[in-house]
C-alpha cells in the first residue's frame, strides 16, 4: 500500500496583531510575565468582516492552482468556534473556493484536537481509494474574557492541508496512541462567546494525557522516544508545548541535556509565538513553524504529534518528512503575510474584541478591514453572507 500523508499545506492569520507588551503596559505589569513567562509574544486579532469560514478559505486558497486541482472527494472542517448549531462552516468554504458538487462536507468538533481527527479521518478515506484528495481545514478565533488570565492567550489561525497518497511533505504513520478522558478543565456552553477555563487544572490534564497517549502509542508503535528528532505539541500558549516536552523526555530518562532537549520543538513555537492561539489549527500550524523556520534539511527525519483537546481527548502519532518538500512549501508567502500584519494599540485591541452580534436578525454591514482573499460582507435575517476581498 502507497504512503498517505499531507501533500501541501498552508496557514493563514488576521492582519492585525496585538503586542502583548501593549496588554501587559495597559494591565500594568511585567511584560516578561508574556514574553517569558508563557513564551508569546503578540496575538493575532480577527477583523470584524472575518471569521472562522473567511480565513479558512484564505489558509486553502493558494492550494488550489486551476481548476483540476479543485477536484476534492471529501471537505473536513474543524473548529471550536463555529458559526451554526447545524450548517457546517465547511459549506460555505465549498462555494468560496468553487469545489465541486459531488465533494462531502462536515464539520468536526472537540476542543483543540478536532483537526487531529480529520487528518487521521482524512488518511484513512484515501488509503481506501489512493487516487482522492481530501481536503482538511482547521480554523478557529481564541477569545477569552478581559482581565481574565486566558486575555494573553488568545489569537486566531487557520491551516488548509491535501491529504493525498504518496505525499510531498510528510507521511503519517498508521500507529497511534489515545487517550480519553470526562474532565471539565475548558469548556463553552451554547450561550456563552467565552469558555470557562481552569487553567492549573487543564494544564495538569495535558501533561497526564501526554503520558498517557504515548503509553498508548508505544503499545501499537515500534517507535521510541529515541527514534524521533523533533516534537510538534498543541499549543495554548508556546510555553505550554515546551513543558509538554520535557515532561515527555523525563518520562522516557531522556539522556540529552535540557538544551537540546528544548531544540527538538523551538523551531515549531515561532509562529504560534506571533499569533497566539489558534485551538485545533495551533498544532499543524506549528508543524508548517517547523518546516519553514528549521535551517536544516529535515528530509527523512521522524516527527512526534502530540494533538490535545480540552474535556479532554489527546493523540500522539508521528510521520516522516519527505524528499524535497522544501519545493512545495509555502515559506515566502507567510513570511510577507507575518510581516505585512498591523500592530494594535490597546484602544483598537479593545474596538475589534468587541464584535456585532445580530442575535434578533437585525442588518449588520461590515465595511471592508481584512487584507485576506475572502472577507464576511453582511449579517441580515440571521444569515451570514461572504465575498471575495
Known sequence: MSSVGIDQISFYTSNHFLDLRTLASAHKIDPEKYYLGIGQEKIAMAAHDEDIVTMAASAAAPLFKDESSKIISTLLFATET?????????????????????????????????????????????????????????????????????????????IAMLIRANPKILTI??????????????????????????????????????????ENFCQSSHLEFNDFQHFCYHLPFSRMGQKAHRHLAKINKCPLQMADIDAQTQHSLIYNKLLGNSYAAALFIGFTSLIENHPSDLAGQKIGFFSYGSGCVAEFFSGTIVQGYQEHLFSDEHRVMLEKRNELTYDEYLALYTVPDPQEGESVVFAPDTTGRFRLAKISDHKREYVQS
Open 82 to 158: 463555529s458559526i451554526d448549531q447545524s450548517k457546517s462552516a465547511g459549506v460555505y468554504v465549498h462555494r468560496l473556493l468553487g469545489l465541486h458538487e459531488n465533494c462531502r462536507v462536515v464539520e468536526l468538533k472537540q476542543a483543540c484536537y478536532s483537526a487531529t481527527a480529520a487528518v487521521q479521518m482524512a488518511c484513512a478515506l484515501v488509503s481506501r481509494e489512493p487516487s482522492s484528495t481530501v481536503l482538511v481545514i482547521a480554523s478557529d478565533i481564541a477569545k477569552y474574557d478581559l482581565d481574565s488570565p486566558g486575555e494573553a492567550t488568545q489569537g486566531c489561525g487557520a
Open 173 to 214: 504513520d498508521p500507529h497511534v496512541g489515545n487517550y480519553t478522558e470526562d474532565v471539565m478543565d475548558f469548556w463553552r456552553p451554547n450561550y456563552r462567546n467565552t469558555p470557562i477555563v481552569d487553567g492549573k487544572y487543564s494544564t495538569k490534564i495535558y501533561l497526564k494525557s501526554l503520558k498517557k497517549a504515548w
